[in-house]
């Protein structure tokens, strides 16, 4: 099981870390997601850890912005979202999968928690 939190409102420019917690066993052998959905829009990729926390992945439309780490010994995984823009308004979801090695990015995921809203004014 995941949670997410962290989410809220704040203005264009402004920063925001979410955080999400993962009550599972051998965290580190979990491979983790950050997806969103916007209103009327299908969800869709922003980032991704392996449990090795040294590969990531980053949707084109966050990278230079974004930033996702992970903290094994506290079983939680981090996005740093700087520069916010008013498109980035969504529910944001982390996710999770377990894999046999550290090192490997996922192809998807299959444990999800519940969503965390961030609202971005212009």
């Known amino acids: 099981q995941v949670q997410a939190s962290g989410g809220g409102l704040v203005q264009a420019g402004d920063s925001l870390r979410l955080s999400c917690e993962g009550s599972?066993?051998?965290?580190?052998?979990?491979?983790m997601g950050w997806f969103r959905q916007a209103p009327g829009k299908e969800r869709e990729f922003v980032a991704a850890?392996?449990?090795?926390?040294?590969?990531?992945k980053y949707a084109d439309s966050v990278k230079g912005r974004f930033t996702m780490s992970r903290d094994n010994a506290k079983n939680t995984v981090f996005l740093q979202m700087n520069s916010l823009k008013p498109e980035d308004t969504a529910v944001y979801y982390c996710?999770?999968?377990?894999?046999?090695?550290?090192?490997?990015?996922?192809?998807?995921?299959?444990?999800w928690g519940q969503g965390t809203l961030v609202t971005v004014s212009s």
């Open positions: 850890i392996s449990g090795s926390r040294d590969i990531t």
């Open positions: 996710a999770a999968k377990f894999t046999s090695s550290q090192r490997v990015l996922p192809p998807d995921h299959d444990q």
């Open positions: 599972l066993d051998s965290f580190s052998h979990y491979g």
